[in-house]
């Protein structure tokens, strides 16, 4: 059965530097979609993506966030300048047609 | 706004015991209501979901609009079922996902 894969698994980082997280979303589902989940606390969406835009991103989704889906098959979360309060997990999700949200197994980014 | 609320953080049950997982939302529209498992060292799947009314490993789940509800049981918990639960929300199709805190199910032999 197809499934979601995300890499790296763990990503460390610098506070300040760049980080690209990846997701290559199951063929052919049309929805996707970047959630974040800070130790102990809630799993908390990021951005939705449909149709090669962004079809809409919460309040934690600023500037310093951008989503990419340059090839088809990737999907990708970059954060421009991390923060300390980035660290979390990170979990993609894919959607074949708008009703069903398949899950990656999730990057953990520590941010130091 | 939606908000999901599961008010139980852990649930520790014997195994053959029923199990209820309380979820409450709120929401002004008409919502899909849906529950994921994480088990150990595991990814987020979907348990079920409200529109298609199915029973998935023994859980079942009723969406009650008067309540704002939509609890997850099982009648006879089995060891495989220690897990976190999380309750999920979802406006319409192709929305995204507004989830609780999850509870965390371990069911002792």
């Known amino acids: 059965e197809p499934e979601v894969t995300q890499t790296p698994s763990h990503q460390v980082t610098q506070m300040g530097q760049e980080v690209i997280l990846r997701c290559v979303p199951i063929s052919n589902h049309l929805y996707f979609y970047w959630y974040r989940q800070i130790l102990g606390q809630k799993v908390e969406f990021l951005v939705s993506f449909y149709n090669n835009e962004i079809s809409e991103k919460s309040e934690i989704f600023d500037d310093q966030f951008s989503v990419e889906r340059p090839d088809g098959s990737n999907f990708t979360l970059k954060i421009r300048s991390t923060k300390l309060e980035d660290s979390a997990m990170y979990f993609c999700?894919?959607?074949?047609?708008?009703?069903?949200?398949?899950f990656g197994p999730g990057t953990r980014l520590t941010v130091l | 706004a939606q908000r999901v609320t599961q008010p139980e953080k852990l649930l520790s049950v014997f195994k053959g015991a029923p199990v209820e997982l309380k979820c409450n939302y709120s929401?002004?529209?008409?919502?899909?209501l849906f529950w994921y498992v994480q088990y150990s060292r595991q990814r987020l799947q979907l348990l079920l979901r409200?529109?298609s009314r199915e029973s998935i490993k023994g859980f079942t789940a009723d969406l009650n609009k008067g309540e704002t509800s939509f609890h997850l049981k099982k009648p006879f918990a089995q060891e495989e079922d220690s897990a976190m639960y999380y309750c999920?929300?979802?406006?319409?199709?192709?929305?995204?996902?507004?989830f609780g805190g999850g509870t965390r199910v371990l069911v002792k032999p």
């Open positions: 999920a929300l979802s406006r319409a199709a192709g929305n995204k996902l507004t």
């Open positions: 409200h529109i």
């Open positions: 929401y002004s529209g008409s919502p899909e």
């Open positions: 999700a894919s959607d074949p047609t708008g009703d069903t949200q398949y």
